[in-house]
């Protein structure tokens, strides 16, 4: 079973610019989840997708982060402008459903902002 | 809101030697509770998983943590380690029925010698 794919593996960046992330997700599974990982924590997520919808965007930061799930498959999160702060990993994740059942990862995009 | 407490974040062990790690959570309603690892350069794995039922749960590769509800304490154990658990290990909590929305913890990272 293929898993979930992300690219870019790794992006440098200056501070201000824009950035674009991609991720799909294992086939057949309806709930995508955005996690940022920042070097010496753990993951925390951003937002999740129920097929195309938006479940949950509490924590993602509106005033420069945006997320997509067009046709409820493959999603993009995208950071304008990018500020320092921001140099951290991010994680894909998908599951089957938003029950309780197991979440996949990607291997995650590196951003480095300088 | 919840959070994940995970006391050690570097362990050195001798192969063979037994691991613990301790993980303590906080949060106001009933939880799953979650074990994760990633091997260097790999994404993150599922190595255990607790939703209800018997409080002593047993994953993946001799790997098993014990749930006591009173000390809100979700400890992972492994009673004879070897060099292929280097690794990252993070406990991590949603509210139950809430899927993968996980609050995970800082992590530990375990090496492990010859």
């Known amino acids: 079973e293929a898993g979930v794919a992300q690219s870019p593996r790794y992006k440098i960046i200056e501070k201000r610019q824009s950035v674009a992330f991609w991720c799909n997700p294992i086939s057949g599974h309806a709930t995508l989840y955005w996690y940022q990982q920042i070097l010496g924590q753990g993951p925390k997520l951003l937002i999740q997708f129920q097929n195309n919808g938006v479940v949950d965007d509490s924590q993602l930061p509106k005033d420069r982060f945006s997320a997509e799930r067009l046709k409820g498959v493959d999603s993009t999160l995208k950071i304008q402008p990018a500020k320092l702060e921001d140099s951290a990993v991010y994680l894909c994740a998908s599951s089957p459903d938003d029950r309780d059942t197991e979440a996949f990862f990607g291997q995650g995009t590196r951003l480095t902002v300088v | 809101a919840q959070s994940v407490s995970q006391h050690n974040h570097h362990v050195i062990l001798s192969e063979a030697a037994s691991l613990e790690l301790g993980c303590n959570y906080s949060?106001?309603?009933?939880?799953?509770l979650f074990w994760y690892v990633q091997y260097p350069g790999q994404h993150l794995q599922l190595l255990l998983k607790?939703?209800?039922?018997?409080?002593l749960v047993k994953g993946i590769k001799g790997f098993e943590a014990e749930f006591i509800k009173s000390k809100f304490s979700f400890n992972l154990r492994k009673p004879s380690v070897q060099w292929s658990d280097t690794a990252e290990y993070f406990c991590a909590v949603s509210p139950t029925g809430g899927g993968n929305k996980l609050t995970f913890g800082t992590g530990t990272q375990l090496k492990v010698e010859l």
């Open positions: 949060y106001g309603g009933t939880v799953n």
């Open positions: 607790y939703f209800s039922g018997d409080p």
